[in-house]
């Protein structure tokens, strides 16, 4: 993983859980395009946090190659639906897998910006302590109404005394809000990953329309 801070010409700035879309081109002309959800917070500089794909055509660039003062190609800010503004009272649910964090971050992040005291609570599923993105940064964010809830899917550190399983129903009868309480709910991450969270919540009595989802595959 590696987060890049991009200096934009007349970026007119983004709302946290947007996107934009990354294209490089090569000498030959060959271009190549991927979409990498945005890290920061809306008015900080622009950053994306990528993970290197092996079979990846932009992401082992932006990962292993790239260095201040290159150049590529940038569009965005994409998306209005997957969007949280921080204007809102009720109870905040993200549900993040791996990279699925990353929009999710920068919600939090916006959070902590604007000194909002709406209830926010990250699920973040993880196949390994170290495979945790922005660790150190959600250990200092948590508190005044920010939680943070780990599930290690494939190995954990001696001593864990957290989750240790995928995210099903009855994790999220757990650690989701009470229906009754109608959060907002953002959950990120691959396919499978979404439809299970998203059935899990329906199942215990959440409105699927306060659930927005983001799926991403192995070609962004």
Known sequence: MR?????????????AGQ?????LTAEDGYQAQRSYSIASAPG????????????????PYLVDEAREGDGFEVRG?????????GDEPGPVLLVGGGSGVVPLMAMARHRAQVG????????????TWDDVIYRDELGNLAGGGFEVVH????????????????????????????????????VCGSTRFVDAAADGLIELGYDPRWIRTERFGATG
């Open 19 to 23: 996107h934009l879309d990354v294209r």
């Open 151 to 186: 599930t290690l899917t494939r190995e954990q550190p001696p001593g864990w005394s957290g989750y240790s399983r995928r995210i099903d129903r009855e994790l999220l009868s757990e650690v989701a809000f009470p229906a009754a309480e109608q959060p907002r709910v953002y």
């Open 3 to 15: 987060t890049l801070e991009l200096d934009t010409q007349g970026w007119m700035g983004h709302r």
């Open 77 to 85: 800010p994409i998306g209005g639906y997957f969007v949280w503004d």
């Open 116 to 127: 909002s005291r709406t209830p926010m609570r990250l699920l973040y599923s993880s196949r």
């Open 44 to 59: 900080d500089p622009l950053a994306i946090t990528v993970e290197r794909l092996e079979d990846g055509e932009v992401s």
